[in-house]
Protein backbone atom coordinates (compact mmCIF):
# COMPACT_ATOMS: atom_id res chain seq x y z
CA UNK A 1 0.00 0.00 0.00
CA UNK A 2 2.72 2.70 1.49
CA UNK A 3 4.66 1.71 -2.33
CA UNK A 4 2.04 2.17 -3.98
CA UNK A 5 1.15 5.29 -2.92
CA UNK A 6 4.48 6.38 -3.45
CA UNK A 7 4.70 5.03 -6.94
CA UNK A 8 1.38 7.06 -7.65
CA UNK A 9 3.62 10.18 -6.52
CA UNK A 10 6.08 9.51 -8.36
CA UNK A 11 3.96 8.77 -11.40
CA UNK A 12 1.65 12.28 -11.11
CA UNK A 13 5.18 13.86 -10.96
CA UNK A 14 6.85 13.06 -14.09
CA UNK A 15 3.65 13.89 -16.05
CA UNK A 16 3.48 17.21 -14.97
CA UNK A 17 7.00 17.78 -15.78
CA UNK A 18 6.74 15.37 -19.03
CA UNK A 19 3.69 18.06 -19.57
CA UNK A 20 6.27 21.14 -19.87
CA UNK A 21 7.23 21.49 -23.32
CA UNK A 22 10.10 24.01 -22.90
CA UNK A 23 13.17 22.52 -22.24
CA UNK A 24 14.85 24.83 -19.46
CA UNK A 25 11.31 25.03 -17.79
CA UNK A 26 10.83 21.35 -17.73
CA UNK A 27 14.31 20.86 -16.38
CA UNK A 28 13.40 23.32 -13.76
CA UNK A 29 10.91 21.45 -13.07
CA UNK A 30 12.85 18.23 -12.37
CA UNK A 31 15.27 20.25 -10.20
CA UNK A 32 12.60 21.54 -8.24
CA UNK A 33 10.49 17.96 -8.00
CA UNK A 34 14.00 16.28 -6.97
CA UNK A 35 14.45 18.03 -3.97
CA UNK A 36 10.54 17.25 -3.00
CA UNK A 37 11.32 13.89 -3.61
CA UNK A 38 14.78 13.79 -1.39
CA UNK A 39 12.21 15.60 1.75
CA UNK A 40 9.55 12.74 1.58
CA UNK A 41 11.84 10.55 1.63
CA UNK A 42 13.02 11.35 4.71
CA UNK A 43 9.42 12.25 6.06
CA UNK A 44 8.71 8.36 5.10
CA UNK A 45 12.11 6.63 5.31
CA UNK A 46 11.03 5.24 2.31
CA UNK A 47 13.82 4.82 -0.48
CA UNK A 48 11.56 4.91 -3.39
CA UNK A 49 11.81 8.47 -3.58
CA UNK A 50 15.05 8.69 -3.58
CA UNK A 51 15.66 5.55 -6.10
CA UNK A 52 13.45 7.95 -8.57
CA UNK A 53 14.94 10.93 -7.56
CA UNK A 54 18.45 9.46 -8.80
CA UNK A 55 16.74 8.36 -12.47
CA UNK A 56 15.61 12.28 -12.75
CA UNK A 57 18.54 13.85 -12.45
CA UNK A 58 19.17 12.96 -16.35
CA UNK A 59 16.85 15.14 -17.02
CA UNK A 60 18.54 17.96 -15.96
CA UNK A 61 20.29 20.15 -18.16
CA UNK A 62 22.16 22.48 -16.34
CA UNK A 63 25.17 20.58 -14.79
CA UNK A 64 25.03 23.24 -11.72
CA UNK A 65 21.27 22.38 -10.99
CA UNK A 66 22.49 18.54 -11.43
CA UNK A 67 24.65 18.65 -9.04
CA UNK A 68 22.63 20.77 -6.83
CA UNK A 69 20.11 17.96 -7.12
CA UNK A 70 22.61 15.23 -6.10
CA UNK A 71 23.45 17.28 -2.77
CA UNK A 72 19.72 17.12 -2.26
CA UNK A 73 19.71 13.67 -2.88
CA UNK A 74 22.84 12.71 -1.07
CA UNK A 75 21.62 14.60 1.96
CA UNK A 76 18.51 13.01 1.93
CA UNK A 77 19.69 9.28 1.65
CA UNK A 78 21.97 10.42 4.71
CA UNK A 79 18.94 11.41 6.38
CA UNK A 80 17.56 8.15 5.81
CA UNK A 81 20.59 6.10 6.85
CA UNK A 82 20.43 7.87 10.38
CA UNK A 83 16.95 7.53 11.01
CA UNK A 84 16.84 3.39 10.02
CA UNK A 85 20.77 2.90 11.10
CA UNK A 86 21.25 1.83 7.61
CA UNK A 87 25.23 1.17 6.81
CA UNK A 88 24.45 0.37 3.43
CA UNK A 89 22.89 3.64 2.41
CA UNK A 90 25.61 5.97 4.86
CA UNK A 91 27.79 3.72 2.08
CA UNK A 92 25.31 4.93 -1.04
CA UNK A 93 25.01 8.27 0.20
CA UNK A 94 29.23 8.69 -0.43
CA UNK A 95 28.99 6.88 -3.58
CA UNK A 96 26.67 9.62 -4.67
CA UNK A 97 28.72 12.38 -3.89
CA UNK A 98 30.81 11.96 -7.02
CA UNK A 99 28.05 13.15 -9.04
CA UNK A 100 28.24 16.75 -7.07
CA UNK A 101 30.68 19.35 -8.73
CA UNK A 102 34.00 20.09 -6.27
CA UNK A 103 33.79 23.34 -4.20
CA UNK A 104 30.94 23.92 -2.23
CA UNK A 105 28.72 20.99 -3.64
CA UNK A 106 30.66 18.90 -2.72
CA UNK A 107 31.57 20.52 0.96
CA UNK A 108 28.02 20.74 1.44
CA UNK A 109 26.95 16.89 0.50
CA UNK A 110 29.79 15.53 2.44
CA UNK A 111 29.26 17.18 5.68
CA UNK A 112 25.65 14.96 5.99
CA UNK A 113 27.78 12.05 4.77
CA UNK A 114 29.77 12.33 7.54
CA UNK A 115 27.53 12.66 9.94
CA UNK A 116 25.09 9.33 8.65
CA UNK A 117 28.45 7.40 9.03
CA UNK A 118 29.16 8.87 12.42
CA UNK A 119 25.74 7.86 13.59
CA UNK A 120 25.21 4.93 12.31
CA UNK A 121 28.95 3.58 13.14
CA UNK A 122 27.55 4.45 16.85
CA UNK A 123 24.19 2.66 16.46
CA UNK A 124 25.34 -0.45 14.96
CA UNK A 125 28.60 -0.24 17.26
CA UNK A 126 31.08 -0.82 14.24
CA UNK A 127 33.86 1.41 15.43
CA UNK A 128 35.45 1.48 11.63
CA UNK A 129 32.62 3.36 10.53
CA UNK A 130 33.00 5.96 12.87
CA UNK A 131 36.50 6.25 12.25
CA UNK A 132 35.83 6.81 8.15
CA UNK A 133 33.72 9.41 8.57
CA UNK A 134 36.71 11.51 11.17
CA UNK A 135 38.95 10.70 7.52
CA UNK A 136 36.18 11.66 5.86
CA UNK A 137 35.76 14.91 7.50
CA UNK A 138 38.79 16.07 7.11
CA UNK A 139 38.78 15.70 3.25
CA UNK A 140 36.01 18.35 3.07
CA UNK A 141 37.12 21.56 1.16
CA UNK A 142 34.86 24.41 2.62
CA UNK A 143 36.05 25.84 6.48
CA UNK A 144 32.33 25.92 7.41
CA UNK A 145 31.06 22.52 6.33
CA UNK A 146 34.18 20.61 7.73
CA UNK A 147 33.63 22.40 11.13
CA UNK A 148 29.96 21.62 11.01
CA UNK A 149 31.27 17.61 10.21
CA UNK A 150 33.44 17.30 12.87
CA UNK A 151 30.16 19.02 15.50
CA UNK A 152 27.99 16.28 13.96
CA UNK A 153 30.49 13.60 15.31
CA UNK A 154 31.32 15.30 18.12
CA UNK A 155 27.35 15.06 19.24
CA UNK A 156 27.32 11.34 18.17
CA UNK A 157 29.86 10.93 20.13
CA UNK A 158 27.98 12.44 22.99
CA UNK A 159 25.04 11.00 22.15
CA UNK A 160 26.09 7.76 22.59
CA UNK A 161 27.26 8.31 26.07
CA UNK A 162 24.00 6.18 27.59
CA UNK A 163 25.95 3.52 26.10
CA UNK A 164 29.98 4.00 27.03
CA UNK A 165 30.41 7.00 29.37
CA UNK A 166 33.78 7.01 28.01
CA UNK A 167 33.28 8.83 24.57
CA UNK A 168 32.88 12.57 26.61
CA UNK A 169 36.46 13.05 26.11
CA UNK A 170 36.22 11.97 22.70
CA UNK A 171 33.28 14.09 21.92
CA UNK A 172 35.76 17.24 23.67
CA UNK A 173 38.42 16.62 21.09
CA UNK A 174 35.91 16.52 18.23
CA UNK A 175 34.32 19.62 19.16
CA UNK A 176 37.93 20.65 19.55
CA UNK A 177 38.88 20.32 16.04
CA UNK A 178 35.92 21.97 15.33
CA UNK A 179 36.69 24.96 16.97
CA UNK A 180 39.74 25.14 15.57
CA UNK A 181 38.78 25.32 11.89
CA UNK A 182 36.93 28.22 12.34
CA UNK A 183 39.49 30.14 14.57
CA UNK A 184 42.13 29.35 12.06
CA UNK A 185 40.19 29.87 8.79
CA UNK A 186 41.00 32.75 6.69
CA UNK A 187 38.39 31.59 4.06
CA UNK A 188 34.91 31.92 5.41
CA UNK A 189 33.57 34.23 3.22
CA UNK A 190 30.77 36.43 5.69
CA UNK A 191 30.75 37.15 9.10
CA UNK A 192 27.33 35.48 9.41
CA UNK A 193 28.73 32.16 8.57
CA UNK A 194 31.38 32.56 11.08
CA UNK A 195 29.61 34.08 13.79
CA UNK A 196 26.58 31.00 13.38
CA UNK A 197 29.66 28.59 13.93
CA UNK A 198 30.45 30.08 16.89
CA UNK A 199 27.74 29.88 18.43
CA UNK A 200 26.80 26.30 17.12
CA UNK A 201 30.23 25.65 19.07
CA UNK A 202 29.03 27.09 22.37
CA UNK A 203 25.85 25.49 22.01
CA UNK A 204 27.86 22.40 21.89
CA UNK A 205 30.13 22.50 24.63
CA UNK A 206 27.53 23.72 26.78
CA UNK A 207 25.78 19.99 25.99
CA UNK A 208 29.53 18.83 26.79
CA UNK A 209 29.54 20.44 30.06
CA UNK A 210 32.56 22.87 29.04
CA UNK A 211 31.36 26.12 29.99
CA UNK A 212 34.10 28.03 29.75
CA UNK A 213 35.20 26.96 26.19
CA UNK A 214 31.31 27.88 25.12
CA UNK A 215 31.80 30.85 26.90
CA UNK A 216 35.14 31.69 24.61
CA UNK A 217 32.60 30.79 21.61
CA UNK A 218 30.39 33.16 22.35
CA UNK A 219 32.67 36.08 22.67
CA UNK A 220 33.88 35.30 19.30
CA UNK A 221 30.67 34.58 18.24
CA UNK A 222 29.62 38.55 18.89
CA UNK A 223 32.41 39.79 17.98
CA UNK A 224 32.07 37.80 14.65
CA UNK A 225 28.32 39.62 14.42
CA UNK A 226 29.64 43.40 15.06
CA UNK A 227 29.64 43.84 11.41
CA UNK A 228 26.32 42.14 10.49
CA UNK A 229 24.02 44.98 8.17
CA UNK A 230 21.31 42.86 7.19
CA UNK A 231 18.75 42.97 10.01
CA UNK A 232 17.55 39.33 9.49
CA UNK A 233 20.92 37.98 9.94
CA UNK A 234 21.34 40.29 12.57
CA UNK A 235 18.77 38.95 14.92
CA UNK A 236 18.75 35.42 14.30
CA UNK A 237 22.18 35.38 15.04
CA UNK A 238 21.55 37.12 18.48
CA UNK A 239 18.35 35.02 19.03
CA UNK A 240 20.89 31.82 19.64
CA UNK A 241 23.31 33.98 21.34
CA UNK A 242 21.13 35.07 23.92
CA UNK A 243 19.79 32.29 24.60
CA UNK A 244 22.92 30.70 24.53
CA UNK A 245 24.43 33.30 26.84
CA UNK A 246 21.19 32.92 29.33
CA UNK A 247 21.35 28.82 29.54
CA UNK A 248 24.70 29.02 30.16
CA UNK A 249 24.39 31.69 32.96
CA UNK A 250 20.88 29.55 34.55
CA UNK A 251 23.92 26.54 34.36
CA UNK A 252 26.89 28.25 35.92
CA UNK A 253 25.17 30.93 38.19
CA UNK A 254 26.76 33.54 36.40
CA UNK A 255 24.95 37.20 36.74
CA UNK A 256 27.33 38.35 34.06
CA UNK A 257 26.26 36.22 31.29
CA UNK A 258 22.70 36.71 32.10
CA UNK A 259 23.17 40.92 32.03
CA UNK A 260 25.12 39.71 28.02
CA UNK A 261 22.14 37.56 27.44
CA UNK A 262 19.94 40.75 27.94
CA UNK A 263 22.52 43.23 26.14
CA UNK A 264 22.29 40.86 23.25
CA UNK A 265 18.41 41.05 23.06
CA UNK A 266 18.96 44.39 22.32
CA UNK A 267 20.51 43.74 18.94
CA UNK A 268 17.48 42.04 17.62
CA UNK A 269 15.12 44.20 15.44
CA UNK A 270 12.99 41.79 14.15
CA UNK A 271 9.78 41.00 15.86
CA UNK A 272 8.95 37.46 15.37
CA UNK A 273 12.83 36.90 16.53
CA UNK A 274 12.29 39.60 19.36
CA UNK A 275 9.04 37.80 20.68
CA UNK A 276 10.71 34.40 21.21
CA UNK A 277 13.97 35.61 22.72
CA UNK A 278 12.40 37.58 25.67
CA UNK A 279 9.59 34.54 25.74
CA UNK A 280 12.64 32.43 26.55
CA UNK A 281 14.90 34.68 28.56
CA UNK A 282 11.64 36.18 30.43
CA UNK A 283 10.84 32.09 31.49
CA UNK A 284 14.43 31.46 32.50
CA UNK A 285 15.14 35.08 33.91
CA UNK A 286 12.06 34.38 36.15
CA UNK A 287 13.44 30.93 36.83
CA UNK A 288 16.24 32.33 38.82
CA UNK A 289 13.97 35.05 40.47
CA UNK A 290 15.69 38.05 38.14
CA UNK A 291 12.84 40.26 38.56
CA UNK A 292 15.53 43.71 37.53
CA UNK A 293 16.64 41.79 34.30
CA UNK A 294 13.36 40.44 33.13
CA UNK A 295 12.14 44.54 33.48
CA UNK A 296 15.00 45.50 31.30
CA UNK A 297 14.14 43.42 28.46
CA UNK A 298 10.65 45.32 28.49
Not at 240 to 268: M, Y
Not at 272 to 288: E, W
Amino acid sequence: MVNDASSEFIRKFEIKAESITNDIDRSKKYRAGIAALAQKAVETNNTIFLDAAVGFTGKIIDDHDRSKAYVDIIRGTARVAINTADADLACRSLELSANTDKGHDRSHALQGVVAAMADVGMKIDEPAFLEDSKELAGTIEYDTYRSSAWRSIARTQHGNNNNNNNNTPDAVESANKAMQIIDMSKHISRDVYRASAYVDLAQLFVDLGQEDKAGECITKAVDSSAGLEDEFERSSVFQTIAETQVRIGARTKDNGLLEDAVESFGHITREYYRTSTKQTLTSVLLNLKNDELVKRLA
